[in-house]
């Protein structure tokens, strides 16, 4: 076919709005992507080019409407995400039906790699989730766990996360436990109040329902009916990762998420996160998700600084 061919797609209104983004700048990045004409005459796109370019344009429109209709907010990196997975030939990310409402929209998987962690997330008591920062790793175990105990599965939603930079001696910090606390945990913090909302969050947390700790007080626990979160668990040793896994009680389920590029501990050996995967992936209800640079869900340039740096560790290994 001529590289003039056009074809039209039919669209609802709110996946049409989505597709063309803020003054077109949606239209214009996906034709840059396919080196198509996208035009928005209406009721739908209009695609204008090859037939490679016009089949993966097609494909990223129909998953950025997918996502749209399912109530998700689309921006720019939604764009560039399904641009590269419709190259790459990706199946379109379906993950996210059980998730609750975050204050931008429904919270629903953005690649591939996202859809198969949530299923995880699902059908398993432990999952560990690993890979680069930016990836979804925290925000989506976060965000399934808030919706587990919206919907009354579980009792409590736990984050603990290794408190690195205080060597872990937070007694000699000012403040009680959540001023010790809170700097550590900044980023889960931003999590649940972008999903629960802050007045939620607090009456949450005064009642117990919401609880963020460092992994020394973890030890002695007994987690009941909870989900428990393992957040930059990279930073964990080997004894700190089996005890904060063998809290696991009656009606409990785990995440465990971290980079293990990432590690911050003087003895980068003693790292539990990879030698708890290598140890218990094939146990029986434990699933492992690996992440990429290409699942990255910040900033484009952000994909481009992850690759960098592995190119620069396989070249030093090399």
Partial sequence: MSRDTREFLPLSDIALRAVAGPNSRH???LEDAFHVLLETPGGGVSLTGDAKGRAGAKRAVQAIAKRAEAGAEITEADIRLAAAA???GDPPATGGADLPLGRRGAIVAKTTAQARYIDMLARHALVFGMGPAGTGKTFLAVAHG???LLRGEVDRLIVTRPAVEAGERLGFL?????EKVDPYMAPVWEALSDILGADQLRRR?????VEVAPIAFMRGRTLNHAFVIVDE?????RLQMKMVLTRLGEGARMAVTGDPSQVDLVNT???????AVRILEGVRDVAVARFEASDVVRH???ERIVKAYDADSAKGRS
Avoid at 233 to 237: I, K, L, T, V
Wanted: hydrophobic share 35%.
């Fill in 233 to 237: 668990a990279q930073n964990a040793s």
């Fill in 146 to 148: 808030a919706g587990l």
């Fill in 300 to 302: 484009p340039l952000v």
């Fill in 86 to 88: 419709a190259r790459r």
């Fill in 205 to 209: 947390r005064e009642k117990g329902e």
């Fill in 269 to 275: 050996a003693d790292s539990g996160l990879s030698h």
């Fill in 27 to 29: 239209t214009a990045l």
């Fill in 174 to 178: 000012p403040g009680d436990m959540n």
